[in-house]
């Protein structure tokens, strides 16, 4: 199947990215407003940039039920800095609240029940629920589109990390402890739980033969 997207309809291409671009981590990013209303929503179109420094984005979009722009995005537009909490199994169904269109008066910590605790560095507070916290700057946001659907991507430099000390080990992560999620289309969830390993092989080790006919079993 060929698929130009300007013959079809952007919320069908909305759904195909979606099935496409899988399995996505969530960022489960705090904020704050300038009048001091904490915000909390996921976003899994999301990713790490840089790593010196260390640079994340994320990406959200402009309201498809009313073309509008979402909390977060005013938030961090107003006070240029947030939070990027990772989200773990035990709480998943308390994100999923905050993914609601709330108006901006609304508390979403108080909403889905998730506990705030003080950032050191920045004004939004962090999620005490979540065994990972990146305390992040606006470093830089790209309106991509204003149309529906159309999207911005938020640029943060990680000014901290909070890692509980049960699942790190030089500087390694344990995904047997962290149980993070990943999303699939539509209202579908992974688990990590079933993994291989894959070792990057030295350019050197691979045969010019293995390169086009790929590796013999
Ligand atoms: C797991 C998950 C991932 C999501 N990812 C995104 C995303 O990448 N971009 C986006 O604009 N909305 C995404 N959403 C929807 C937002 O969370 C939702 O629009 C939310 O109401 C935005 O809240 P805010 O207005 O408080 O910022 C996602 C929702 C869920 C449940």
């Known amino acids: 199947m060929i698929i130009n997207p300007a013959e079809h309809d952007y919320r069908n291409i909305y759904k195909l990215m979606v099935g496409v671009i899988v399995p996505r981590p969530i960022a489960f990013v705090s904020t704050i407003s300038r009048e001091g209303i904490p915000n909390l929503a996921p976003f899994s179109f999301f990713t790490g940039i840089s790593a010196n420094p260390p640079v994340i984005c994320f990406s959200p979009m402009i309201r498809g039920s009313d073309g509008g722009r979402k909390d977060t995005l005013r938030n961090i537009e107003a006070v240029k800095e947030f939070v990027v909490n990772v989200v773990s199994e035990e709480f998943a169904e308390k994100m999923n609240i905050c ?71 030089n500087y390694k992560i344990d995904p047997d402890k962290l149980h993070p999620i990943g999303r699939l289309g539509g209202p579908t969830y992974t688990r990590t739980t079933d993994r291989f390993d894959m070792s990057r092989p030295q350019t050197g080790e691979i045969k010019p033969e293995e390169i086009k006919s790929g590796p013999k079993s």
């Open 99 to 169: 993914s609601a269109e709330f108006p901006p008066e609304v508390d979403e910590f108080e909403a889905s029940g998730l506990t705030p605790v003080p950032s050191d560095l920045v004004k939004p507070p962090r999620v005490k629920e979540s065994h990972i916290n990146m305390e992040c700057r606006l470093i830089q946001l790209v309106d991509v589109s204003s149309k529906p659907l159309g999207g911005s991507i938020v640029l943060g430099e990680v000014l901290r990390f909070h890692i509980d000390d049960a699942l790190v080990d």
